[in-house]
């Protein structure tokens, strides 16, 4: 049988906007937000944040609002934030300003800042950019815009609860600046995952970071998820000298030692994955992990949610 009666049309996306806005200091942000289908009039919703939102949010979408999580998701209603750059801008920029906006101060004259301004050179002569200059330090001032612009923003136009548990993915640079805000008693997120973390860049700021939050506070209030691939440990110098893998072990060890009694934490080596593949596994199971329906970490909490429980107890890992 032939089918002769096939009148395709393009797919228009339900529920999701895009916008631009501008930060002082720092420049356009490209936002796309996704609301989940059926909302009641009076919910108010956490946020479930990605940087890198050219890149990540349209895998975090499918994970939390797609046709599949409509019908199986053991997660809560949340809205999904991403936050990106304009596309307009080229690629060149993309590197740059993500370098800026997730570090704090940085020299970047050792090994990996010299190795990143050489990718960084051949990305501008690709696209024509000599114009173009790469350096760091635009962490407090990226972090204060979500905080206390972009946030605020977004919850005068969407049912954002700004007093709820939200949720913050960033991925390699990205998962640096989740690190770094993880020990940062500013921040607005209370959930966390951090996907190929780069350990190294800005060297000793994250290292630092914890160490002053221990200093003042006795607890850390915080669901945690940080994984590498197997593929991005001890498989090249690149990877070494981000310290993918060192990042894992780190703040496992550095958890363990602490015993603070609000922190829960998972983490993961994630088998034949490397630093391109292991976005969309990291994803799906760090916003489960991160929520405690995580199969075979919270066991009891899946359990009630499989049985239709709305009760999401206070556990530790199975």
Same mark, same amino acid.
């Given at each position: 049988?032939?089918?002769?009666?096939?009148?395709?049309?393009?797919?228009?996306?339900?529920?999701?906007?895009?916008?631009?806005?501008?930060?002082?200091?720092?420049?356009?942000?490209?936002?796309?937000?996704?609301?989940?289908?059926?909302?009641?009039?009076?919910?108010?919703?956490?946020?479930?944040?990605?940087?890198?939102?050219?890149?990540?949010?349209?895998?975090?979408?499918?994970?939390?609002?797609?046709?599949?999580?409509?019908?199986?998701?053991?997660?809560?209603?949340?809205?999904?934030?991403?936050?990106?750059?304009?596309?307009?801008?080229?690629?060149?920029?993309?590197?740059?300003?993500?370098?800026?906006?997730?570090?704090?101060?940085?020299?970047?004259?050792?090994?990996?800042?010299?190795?990143?301004?050489?990718?960084?050179?051949?990305?501008?002569?690709?696209?024509?950019?000599?114009?173009?200059?790469?350096?760091?330090?635009?962490?407090?001032?990226?972090?204060?815009?979500?905080?206390?612009?972009?946030?605020?923003?977004?919850?005068?136009?969407?049912?954002?609860?700004?007093?709820?548990?939200?949720?913050?993915?960033?991925?390699?640079?990205?998962?640096?600046?989740?690190?770094?805000?993880?020990?940062?008693?500013?921040?607005?997120?209370?959930?966390?995952?951090?996907?190929?973390?780069? &350990? *190294?860049?800005? $060297? +000793?700021?994250?290292?630092?970071? @914890?160490?002053?939050?221990?200093?003042? =506070?006795?607890?850390? %209030? /915080?669901?945690?998820?940080?994984?590498?691939?197997?593929?991005?440990?001890?498989?090249?110098?690149?990877?070494?000298?981000?310290?993918?893998?060192?990042?894992?072990?780190?703040?496992?060890?550095?958890?363990? &030692? *602490?015993?603070? $009694? +609000?922190?829960?934490?998972?983490? @993961?080596?994630?088998?034949?994955?490397? =630093?391109?593949?292991? %976005? /969309?596994?990291?994803?799906?199971?760090?916003?489960?992990?991160?929520?405690?329906?995580?199969?075979?970490?919270?066991?009891?909490?899946?359990?009630?949610?499989?049985?239709?429980?709305?009760?999401?107890?206070?556990?530790?890992?199975?």
């Amino acid at each position: 049988m032939v089918i002769s009666a096939i009148d395709p049309c393009p797919f228009v996306p339900q529920r999701h906007d895009q916008f631009t806005v501008e930060a002082a200091g720092l420049g356009d942000y490209a936002i796309d937000v996704s609301m989940p289908a059926n909302v009641p009039d009076d919910a108010r919703l956490p946020v479930i944040l990605a940087v890198d939102g050219n890149l990540l949010f349209d895998i975090v979408q499918t994970v939390v609002h797609g046709r599949f999580a409509s019908v199986a998701s053991p997660l809560p209603p949340s809205i999904v934030v991403g936050v990106g750059y304009p596309e307009q801008e080229g690629f060149a920029s993309f590197y740059a300003r993500r370098n800026f906006d997730f570090h704090g101060p940085w020299d970047m004259t050792d090994d990996l800042g010299l190795r990143l301004h050489e990718i960084f050179g051949h990305l501008k002569s690709v696209e024509g950019r000599g114009d173009l200059r790469m350096r760091a330090g635009g962490y407090e001032r990226f972090l204060a815009f979500l905080r206390d612009d972009l946030l605020p923003g977004l919850a005068a136009h969407y049912p954002v609860d700004l007093a709820a548990r939200h949720t913050l993915i960033g991925d390699s640079a990205g998962g640096h600046f989740a690190l770094r805000a993880l020990f940062d008693a500013g921040s607005p997120f209370s959930r966390y995952v951090a996907i190929s973390p780069s &350990l *190294r860049t800005a $060297p +000793g700021s994250i290292e630092r970071a @914890e160490a002053e939050f221990a200093s003042v =506070h006795g607890d850390l %209030a /915080a669901d945690i998820f940080i994984c590498a691939g197997k593929e991005e440990v001890g498989t090249s110098r690149d990877n070494a000298l981000c310290g993918f893998g060192s990042a894992v072990t780190w703040c496992a060890e550095q958890l363990a &030692l *602490r015993q603070w $009694p +609000g922190t829960r934490f998972d983490c @993961e080596i994630m088998n034949n994955e490397d =630093h391109v593949s292991i %976005a /969309a596994r990291a994803i799906s199971a760090g916003l489960r992990s991160v929520h405690r329906v995580r199969p075979g970490i919270y066991r009891q909490v899946t359990a009630d949610v499989a049985a239709g429980s709305a009760a999401t107890p206070d556990c530790d890992p199975g």
